[in-house]
């Protein structure tokens, strides 16, 4: 068997994904980078895309183990892959809400149950989980978005505790708003109460500047390789805005964290 290292990234077809599948493919590792449809995919250059869909075990399985088959071992787990949804809590359906977890959550907890028994087998390997900013800062009208990712906080800090052991690390990559086709595409949550429409309306509007004027997805991708090449770190928050909002929130008290928050969403 070769000593390259493997490494699987989900969600590649655009973003940060693919950023990061590329990122480790020019660095000599074996990629392979996930996507849903095989079909009218363009895999990144030096990258072999495999066919899985994170809400379906069966897919999950299949796809994993044919990245068994081919490269014999899984070093690196990039839980990417997620979706996102804006509206007020009231107006989200529970349906919507299930359909948003079943792939923040529930697709991370499909894939790492399917890599770990090989990961524990080797006696060696690292998880990354992709969350962020909203992980720790919750901010209005994103309730389900940021409830998923604060989910994925905790599952991701007790799952370390109980890997480590066997050799195995989970880390967290926290971005800030990044520059991709899944932020300035974000689904709102179908069933919009006017009540909520003003305030709805001016943090869409605000957001979605805030996505234009925002970096492309490098600082992530540095933070994602470093998380996987260095030293084990429980959080690798990316450099910019997402480290500084990290350390806000660490150091400040709640009130002011609170009205910053407000006064940025125009609020």
């Known amino acids: 068997m070769s000593h390259t290292k493997v490494v699987v990234i989900t969600g590649v077809s655009s973003g940060i994904g693919r950023a990061a599948a590329e990122r480790f493919a020019a660095r000599g590792w074996k990629t392979f980078g996930t996507v849903r449809e095989l079909n009218g995919a363009t895999p990144p250059r030096g990258v072999t895309l495999v066919k899985m869909d994170i809400r379906d075990e ?5 796809a994993i183990q044919s990245v068994i088959t081919e490269a014999g071992r899984i070093d690196v787990l990039v839980n990417n892959a997620g979706v996102n949804l804006l509206g007020a809590v009231e107006e989200t359906p529970v349906a919507e809400a299930e359909t948003l977890f079943s792939t923040n959550v529930f697709g991370i907890l499909r894939t790492t149950q399917t890599v770990l028994p090989y990961m524990r087998a080797r006696g060696q390997g690292r998880i990354i989980n992709i969350s ?25 800090e007790t ?7 066997f050799g195995v690390r989970v880390s967290l990559v926290q971005p800030s708003y990044t520059r991709t086709n899944l932020e300035a595409n974000s689904p709102f949550a179908t069933r919009q109460i006017p009540d909520y429409d003003q305030e709805r309306n001016l943090v869409a509007k605000a957001i979605a500047k805030k996505v234009k004027e925002a970096p492309g997805p490098g600082a992530v991708v540095d933070a994602i390789f470093r998380a996987a090449e260095g030293p084990w770190r429980m959080r690798v928050p990316p450099a910019g805005e997402a480290a500084l909002l990290y350390r806000l929130r660490r150091f400040l008290p709640f009130g002011p964290v609170d009205s910053a928050l407000r006064k940025q969403l125009g609020l």
Request: proline share 5%.
């Open 132 to 156: 962020s900013v909203l992980g720790f800062l919750p901010a209005p009208y994103m309730g389900l978005y940021a409830a998923s990712k604060h989910a994925v906080e905790g599952l991701s």
């Open 159 to 165: 799952l370390d505790h109980e890997v480590r052991r």
């Open 58 to 62: 069966r897919s999950v399985q299949s």
